[in-house]
């Protein structure tokens, strides 16, 4: 087939089976609600996308992912590039995480990278500083290093090192078949020079290329399977011209939608995301790794973000942390020992209804009868873990729900500023 022809059938797949819809705006303000719509199904926006690292939420059933609201899964990409041959035999991350919902995987990226920080087991952005710190400072232990070919790492010092690619992450995301997967990008962060900044905005652009033509033939290759659309990540810390040129340089080529990354510090979140959501074309999606705090995912969809993701609500449920409308709160402190009420008074979440009380969860979560077997001890915690996974994963579903029905009723800053005035008072 000519090139021509080729990239024309690429075209045609591309827009029937990926688009992106803007519903309505935030006044004065890049915010705006919309359908992105893949080949797995329909995600409304703003949202929330829950994090299976593995391929599955822990305590999260396929009934009561659906039932919470949740749209759509983001899963590591490194992690299931060991069994992305099984995921490919099971028709695709879609049907193998049982959700069969719409689907995310990163591209391996970080994780290659903090290699040697023991720190390598999230997605989430507010991890990196630390990721890389630490391999900073145990330079001579390094088991990652980034050459402009790809990332050289080994998973233990005695390890022959391998090469991790751009084109390998385009294959491994083909195989695991989930419906936006994100090209191979460097992360940097904010301990990071200038010029090291500068330095690896250049390579993650070179990368890009790699990447999209890769990504291409891949697509070409695998014509009788669903299309994937390839999502570019921004880099750039806190320099406003890298995070300009980024989204230049980027927002120029064709992917279908953008992954905005980084160590943000707060301070810097909106003025970051301004920057690169005022350039990027606004006719993408754009997707804000790793943060999911209730101030940021407000910062977020102001400034133009569509869709969030954290490994936070979940893993903090697993240490007794209760997302309320008045603030979080910890099961674990004593003052909720007799505590009668539900996770939080007026939740429509399928905990709050089931009739458990804060104390009894509490004490699910303790142990504090101290006459239990070793397994009635561990199927209590898993009991209270699932119900407060069920109550933080609706919560915060629920509240970029809220979000995208106030931006659809011209009602965003009024919303905006009720909720936060009681979540941090
Ligand atoms: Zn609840």
């Not at 979940?314 to 007794?320: D, F, I, K, Q």
């Amino acid at each position: 087939m000519g090139r021509l022809s080729y990239v024309k059938k690429w075209w045609k797949m591309k827009d029937k089976q990926f688009s992106f819809e803007i519903t309505g705006k935030i006044p004065d303000s890049l915010g705006r609600a919309g359908i992105i719509r893949t080949p797995h199904g329909d995600i409304e926006t703003p949202t929330f996308v829950v994090v299976g690292t593995y391929g599955e939420v822990r305590f999260l059933s396929p009934a009561q992912f659906h039932s919470l609201g949740v749209q759509a899964m983001i899963s590591n990409g490194f992690h299931l590039s060991k069994i992305s041959d099984e995921i490919e035999q099971s028709g695709g991350l879609s049907q193998y995480s049982g959700y069969n919902c719409p689907t995310i995987t990163d591209s391996g990226g970080f994780q290659v990278m903090s290699f040697g920080s023991g720190l390598g087991k999230v997605i989430s952005m507010d991890k990196r500083n630390i990721a890389r710190e630490q391999f900073k400072a145990k330079n001579k232990h390094r088991l990652a290093r980034v050459t402009d070919e790809g990332v050289y790492f080994k998973i233990k010092e005695w390890e022959d090192e391998k090469l991790f690619t751009p084109e390998y992450s385009m294959e491994f995301q083909a195989k695991i078949g989930a419906d936006i997967i994100m090209a191979f990008d460097e992360l940097t962060n904010i301990g990071d020079s200038r010029q090291y900044n500068e330095e690896a905005i250049n390579r993650t652009h070179r990368w890009a290329i790699r990447c999209l033509d890769k990504h291409q033939k891949l697509t070409h290759e695998r014509k009788d399977k669903p299309y994937q659309a390839l999502f570019a990540v921004l880099q750039g810390a806190h320099y406003q011209d890298l995070r300009e040129k980024a989204a230049h340089e980027l927002g120029a080529m064709d992917f279908d939608g953008y992954g905005l990354g980084g160590a943000f510090e707060k301070e810097h979140l909106s003025d970051i995301l301004f920057w690169s959501n005022s350039i990027l074309p606004e006719s993408k999606p754009r997707h804000l790794l790793g943060l999911s705090k209730p101030d940021d995912i407000f910062v977020g969809v102001e400034n133009g973000c569509d869709t969030f993701d954290c490994v936070a609500p979940t893993r903090e449920a697993r240490h007794g942390k209760v997302y309320t409308l008045d603030g979080d709160i910890n099961l674990r402190n004593a003052e909720f020992a007799d505590d009668p009420s539900p996770l939080f008074e007026g939740c429509h979440c399928p905990s709050c209804k089931s009739h458990h009380s804060r104390g009894e969860i509490r004490k699910l979560l303790k142990n504090t009868e101290g006459k239990k077997t070793a397994k009635q001890i561990m199927s209590d915690k898993q009991l209270a873990m699932e119900l407060i996974t069920i109550h933080n994963v609706f919560f915060i579903i629920n509240l970029t729900k809220q979000i995208r029905q106030s931006i659809l009723e011209e009602n965003f800053f009024n919303f905006r500023d009720d909720w936060l005035k009681r979540y941090y008072p």
